[in-house]
């Protein structure tokens, strides 16, 4: 038994519904594998849980108004029309799907990324904005606007660094100069200078 068949039999299994055979396989599986094991636990804690909750009676009017409520006919319309037993079907079996809700829904979510990405905002949407060729112009410019910006900052930041490494490698000259003028001095002309000479 796999873990996939475990996790459909466990409800029976807690319930004490599961054929032997079945149980038996189940029970097999349970100390070979240990996330299963947990599960089965979880479950099993959760079940004895309810158990333990006290039972809640419902009302007696509760009842009888469920019942004229759904027999009355006022549900079931969509926009004021009672909507035909075949156009419910086709929306509940084809349009209500979940995998076509959930692609609605990452449609909607993916143009709003592209629209800021490319600085529109949802409130200033109009149809045309929503044109492939327009969303992908601007796309295109705001990738080269910020490409631009990015090279601009770059070599801004090369210039500053080559200034920089003049003026340092000025500085260490002159200082060298400076260094070497001074050593050059006749040894007399210190001397007599000393320490507390002017020059």
């Not at 099993?44 to 509760?62: D, H, K, S, Y």
């Not at 995998?99 to 990452?106: K, N, S």
């Not at 000025?170 to 060298?176: I, L």
Request: hydrophobic letters at 40%; glycine letters at 10%; proline letters at 5%.
């Amino acid at each position: 038994m796999n873990c996939g068949q475990v996790e459909i039999l466990l409800c029976d299994y807690l319930d004490g519904t599961l054929p032997a055979a079945e149980r038996a396989g189940l029970e097999g599986h349970l100390p070979e594998c240990q996330a299963c094991a947990e599960l089965a636990r979880d479950a099993g804690a959760a079940v004895a849980f309810m158990e333990r909750a006290a039972e809640v009676e419902m009302p007696p009017q509760l009842m009888t108004r469920i019942l004229a409520e759904t027999t009355s006919g006022r549900h079931g319309r969509l926009g004021g029309a009672r909507i035909g037993g075949g156009l419910r079907s086709w929306l509940t079996g084809h349009v209500l799907q979940p995998r076509l809700v959930m692609g609605m829904a990452l449609t909607v979510f993916s143009f709003s990324m592209m629209a800021r990405c490319a600085g529109v905002s949802p409130r200033q949407l109009t149809a045309a904005d929503l044109e492939p060729a327009k969303v992908w112009a601007a796309l295109d410019d705001r990738v080269h606007r910020g490409w631009n910006r990015g090279m601009q900052f770059y070599e801004s930041v090369r210039f500053i660094y080559e200034v920089k490494s003049r003026l340092s490698q000025w500085t260490e000259q002159q200082e060298e100069e400076d260094r070497n003028a001074r050593a050059q001095r006749p040894v007399e002309e210190r001397k007599l200078q000393g320490p507390g000479a002017k020059e």
